[in-house]
């Protein structure tokens, strides 16, 4: 499958998984920089933890985090805080602040501008620490009367967290626990990722899998791989020592090539199992080591320079050459290759057919082996008249003779080139089952031989000959219908002249879609189940929604089963539109991976990533809603999302966990409810407004 053996390559917008992979020890929060009090869009659960709110309360207030100020907090802290926002600068500052339960906590905040590709300031990260304990005991309204013993321990106690950290550690460790965003941050904005859809990138060092040369490379790779499975065989059945310059030297360059391709190997990416394109160094070379390095070692030492040298017994010299058979191992490895190429049926019957005859080549040999070993009596030292090779060398001439004054060993017959030509005449006629009889075998060990090789030669003629069909449509049966449901889009694109950037979002869709998928129909396999295992199933699908959310937490297991058979796993590709503006809001929907964005009035006013819940309160409302705002999809997402009526339904039958449902469920974006917007520049005309709004995407 194409989409498969080339991944997810389409362009991303991955700057909420930079962020977050980069601060797992960190709290932030990121702030819309052109609308008017820079509203929150994005808050990681790390801050969510520190400030005692919700992710839900948060967004859309003051990236300031003027909500968390009071009387104890600096003037003048928050007009540099401000000012700090309105010049789009980097700063970072120690503030007071108050958490929910209004508790006064010193932080460390950092504010760093992030960029979109036009250079245009479109959002703040600010991040925090807590640092109480650095700072002195805090004297507020509850502690008035305090002595100055009594408030330190108070703070320490406060954050007792903190001390957790630090106490184990000596300054090796301590200087090892800073944050990589906090690093990022210190050495200023200009390194930090940008806001915008960009395709994967992979180190300067690794190469793609499916970029020209690579795609070359392989072809290399297996056009050699057949001339080492052709000329090893040969080479040991005929007893030839290559002292030629030439081909030792032809030998000598195919080893160093698949030398080469070891060394590659370890830096060419490959596609993980979720379809993802993996760039990742060392995900690179475990994966190499665990699967081909091995082999791949062994198909590339030099045998052939041990060949060289005239006083190496003869056997083991054989012996060496022989263990290059081991590349042949690779010929699955680089077949599976061409069906991404040349479209599977070319390919694989191409494939078959070189099988073949590499199958009689290899017989050829085994036969023209036995017919040397036994040609010759040894006890009599007599050549046995009724030997295929006595009967061909009197029919073309060369018939043996006994030096008597030399070496006292039989000689002359038929050259080698003749006596291949007629072995590999011999097998493929036996493997046709054809057989003309003017070749047959005569010895007990020929006989043995030829009947293997007819079992043999039945099975790959009636399997490649016979069956070519039956294998396309045993082996390729997805594959087929993958090509014909590519074929009948595009047949579609083409007759209704849709637009070419809506041709590639569909056409990406399908593919990413598929390698997900793998051409599974979910529905289908479902409906074979009976509904116990059937429910058993969708609990399983489901089980990051329940497990990560705890409005599910008091369900019964009964609760859960109806739900899970209710909920719909939808894969969203890059760019793709989950809600218009507009349009009925009919489903709850979870984020299970990926990012996304919620645009109103051509403004982001939230980005969404795991964890986060979208759509409306329905078990609150009468009416069906209109959604306010576009949510887009930044990256490849999976969703799992409830239609209305079916949440309806189940909540109705468990009013007990209803009540806990409405209370624990708590929506990211609610897309019933606009957000006030104010622009905190009003563009000068509708074509700057509308420039300005487009330089995030």
Same mark, same amino acid.
């Given at each position: 499958?194409?989409?498969?053996?080339?991944?997810?390559?389409?362009?991303?917008?991955?700057?909420?998984?930079n962020?977050?992979?980069?601060s797992?020890?960190?709290?932030?929060?990121?702030?819309?920089?052109?609308?008017?009090?820079?509203?929150?869009?994005?808050?990681?659960?790390?801050?969510?933890k520190l400030?005692?709110?919700h992710r839900?309360?948060?967004?859309?207030?003051?990236?300031?985090?003027?909500? *968390?100020?009071?009387?104890?907090?600096?003037?003048?802290?928050?007009?540099?805080?401000?000012?700090?926002?309105?010049?789009?600068?980097?700063?970072?500052?120690?503030?007071?602040?108050y958490?929910?339960?209004?508790t006064?906590?010193?932080?460390? *905040?950092?504010?760093?501008?992030?960029?979109?590709?036009?250079?245009?300031?479109?959002?703040?990260?600010?991040?925090?620490?807590?640092?109480?304990?650095?700072?002195q005991?805090?004297?507020?309204?509850?502690?008035?009367g305090?002595?100055?013993?009594?408030?330190?321990?108070?703070?320490?106690t406060?954050?007792?967290?903190?001390?957790?950290?630090?106490?184990?550690?000596?300054?090796?460790?301590?200087?090892?626990?800073?944050?990589?965003?906090?690093?990022?941050?210190?050495?200023?904005?200009?390194?930090?990722?940008?806001?915008?859809?960009? $395709?994967?990138?992979?180190?300067?060092?690794?190469?793609?899998?499916?970029?020209?040369? @690579?795609?070359?490379?392989?072809?290399?790779?297996?056009?050699?791989?057949?001339?080492?499975?052709?000329?090893?065989?040969?080479?040991?059945?005929?007893?030839t020592?290559?002292?030629?310059?030439?081909w030792?030297?032809?030998?000598?360059?195919?080893?160093?090539?698949?030398?080469?391709?070891?060394?590659?190997?370890?830096?060419?990416?490959?596609?993980?199992p979720?379809?993802?394109?993996?760039s990742?160094?060392?995900?690179?070379?475990?994966?190499?080591? @665990?699967?081909?390095?091995?082999?791949?070692?062994?198909?590339?030492?030099?045998y052939?320079?041990?060949?060289?040298?005239?006083?190496?017994?003869?056997?083991?010299?054989?012996?060496?050459?022989?263990? @290059?058979?081991?590349?042949?191992?690779?010929?699955?490895?680089?077949?599976?290759?061409?069906?991404?190429?040349?479209?599977?049926?070319?390919?694989?019957?191409?494939?078959?057919?070189?099988?073949?005859?590499?199958?009689?080549?290899?017989?050829?040999?085994?036969?023209?082996?036995?017919?040397?070993?036994?040609?010759?009596?040894?006890?009599t030292?007599?050549?046995?008249?009724?030997?295929w090779?006595?009967?061909?060398? +009197?029919?073309?001439?060369?018939p043996?003779?006994?030096?008597?004054?030399g070496?006292?060993?039989?000689?002359?017959?038929?050259?080698?080139?003749?006596?291949?030509?007629?072995?590999l005449?011999?097998?493929?006629?036996s493997?046709?089952?054809?057989?003309?009889?003017?070749?047959?075998?005569t010895?007990d060990?020929?006989?043995i031989?030829?009947?293997?090789?007819?079992?043999?030669?039945?099975?790959?003629?009636?399997?490649?000959?016979?069956?070519?069909?039956?294998i396309?449509?045993? *082996?390729?049966a997805? +594959?087929?219908?993958?090509?014909?449901?590519?074929?009948n889009?595009?047949?579609?694109?083409?007759?209704?002249?849709?637009?070419?950037?809506?041709?590639?979002?569909?056409?990406?869709?399908?593919?990413?879609?598929?390698?997900?998928?793998?051409?599974?129909?979910?529905e @289908?396999?479902?409906?074979?189940?009976?509904?116990? *295992?059937?429910?058993?199933?969708?609990?399983?699908?489901?089980?990051?929604?329940?497990?990560?959310h705890?409005?599910?937490?008091?369900?019964?297991?009964?609760?859960?089963?109806?739900?899970?058979?209710e909920?719909?796993?939808?894969?969203? $590709?890059?760019?793709?539109?989950i809600?218009?503006?507009?349009?009925?809001?009919?489903?709850?929907?979870?984020?299970?991976?990926?990012?996304?964005?919620?645009?109103?009035?051509?403004?982001?006013?939230?980005?969404?990533?795991?964890?986060d819940?979208?759509?409306?309160?329905?078990?609150?409302?009468?009416?069906?809603?209109?959604?306010?705002?576009?949510v887009?999809?930044?990256?490849?997402?999976?969703?799992?999302?409830i239609?209305?009526?079916?949440?309806?339904?189940?909540?109705?039958?468990?009013?007990?966990f209803?009540?806990?449902?409405?209370?624990?469920?708590?929506?990211?974006?609610?897309?019933?409810?606009?957000?006030?917007?104010?622009?905190?520049?009003?563009?000068?005309?509708?074509?700057?407004?509308?420039?300005?709004?487009?330089?995030?995407?």
């Amino acid at each position: 499958m194409p989409g498969g053996k080339r991944g997810l390559v389409a362009p991303q917008n991955t700057f909420l998984e930079n962020i977050v992979r980069r601060s797992s020890e960190t709290s932030f929060l990121l702030g819309n920089a052109q609308i008017v009090e820079w509203p929150v869009v994005y808050s990681n659960d790390g801050f969510c933890k520190l400030s005692g709110y919700h992710r839900a309360e948060v967004m859309q207030k003051s990236s300031t985090c003027s909500f *968390m100020y009071g009387e104890l907090t600096d003037k003048k802290t928050i007009e540099k805080v401000r000012q700090t926002f309105d010049n789009y600068e980097s700063n970072c500052f120690e503030v007071l602040l108050y958490r929910k339960n209004r508790t006064p906590v010193w932080f460390y *905040m950092q504010i760093a501008p992030i960029r979109n590709e036009n250079d245009k300031v479109v959002l703040f990260l600010c991040t925090f620490k807590d640092i109480t304990v650095f700072k002195q005991p805090i004297e507020d309204e509850s502690t008035k009367g305090w002595t100055k013993f009594a408030r330190l321990t108070r703070a320490l106690t406060n954050s007792r967290s903190t001390l957790q950290q630090l106490t184990p550690m000596n300054k090796t460790e301590v200087s090892h626990k800073h944050s990589r965003l906090a690093e990022v941050l210190q050495l200023g904005s200009d390194i930090l990722p940008q806001y915008k859809q960009e $395709a994967p990138k992979t180190p300067p060092h690794i190469i793609l899998h499916y970029c020209t040369f @690579k795609t070359t490379w392989d072809w290399i790779i297996l056009i050699l791989t057949f001339y080492t499975a052709i000329m090893v065989p040969y080479n040991v059945s005929f007893k030839t020592k290559q002292n030629n310059i030439a081909w030792l030297v032809l030998d000598s360059v195919v080893d160093v090539i698949f030398l080469v391709d070891i060394v590659l190997n370890f830096h060419t990416t490959f596609v993980g199992p979720g379809g993802e394109v993996i760039s990742d160094p060392k995900l690179i070379r475990m994966n190499y080591l @665990k699967t081909w390095f091995v082999i791949d070692l062994l198909s590339c030492l030099p045998y052939d320079i041990i060949n060289a040298f005239e006083n190496v017994d003869e056997g083991i010299s054989s012996l060496f050459s022989s263990l @290059k058979v081991v590349r042949l191992l690779r010929l699955g490895r680089v077949a599976r290759k061409l069906d991404h190429y040349l479209e599977y049926g070319a390919a694989v019957l191409v494939l078959l057919v070189c099988v073949f005859g590499l199958v009689a080549h290899w017989l050829a040999c085994i036969w023209y082996s036995i017919g040397d070993y036994e040609v010759i009596d040894k006890v009599t030292n007599t050549i046995k008249t009724d030997s295929w090779l006595y009967q061909l060398a +009197t029919s073309i001439g060369s018939p043996y003779h006994y030096n008597t004054s030399g070496s006292g060993q039989w000689e002359g017959g038929p050259s080698k080139d003749s006596l291949y030509i007629t072995s590999l005449y011999f097998t493929m006629t036996s493997l046709t089952t054809i057989g003309f009889g003017n070749i047959a075998p005569t010895t007990d060990g020929e006989k043995i031989f030829s009947v293997a090789m007819m079992m043999v030669g039945s099975l790959l003629y009636a399997t490649i000959f016979g069956n070519v069909t039956t294998i396309f449509q045993q *082996m390729y049966a997805n +594959t087929n219908r993958y090509h014909e449901m590519l074929n009948n889009v595009r047949d579609f694109l083409k007759l209704y002249q849709v637009p070419k950037g809506l041709s590639e979002r569909v056409m990406d869709y399908i593919v990413s879609t598929w390698s997900m998928s793998k051409g599974i129909d979910t529905e @289908k396999v479902l409906s074979i189940c009976p509904k116990d *295992m059937r429910a058993d199933i969708c609990v399983h699908l489901n089980r990051k929604v329940f497990n990560e959310h705890p409005a599910f937490r008091l369900a019964s297991d009964g609760c859960l089963r109806s739900l899970a058979v209710e909920f719909q796993t939808i894969h969203c $590709a890059p760019g793709d539109l989950i809600f218009h503006a507009g349009e009925s809001v009919d489903t709850l929907c979870f984020v299970v991976s990926g990012s996304l964005e919620v645009i109103q009035d051509d403004e982001v006013i939230a980005i969404l990533g795991k964890g986060d819940v979208f759509g409306d309160v329905f078990w609150k409302e009468t009416t069906l809603a209109h959604a306010c705002a576009n949510v887009r999809a930044l990256t490849y997402c999976d969703l799992h999302v409830i239609r209305r009526e079916a949440l309806l339904k189940v909540l109705e039958f468990y009013t007990a966990f209803a009540n806990s449902f409405s209370r624990n469920l708590i929506l990211t974006c609610n897309l019933r409810k606009r957000v006030r917007l104010s622009f905190a520049v009003p563009p000068s005309s509708p074509a700057e407004s509308y420039g300005l709004c487009h330089s995030w995407l």
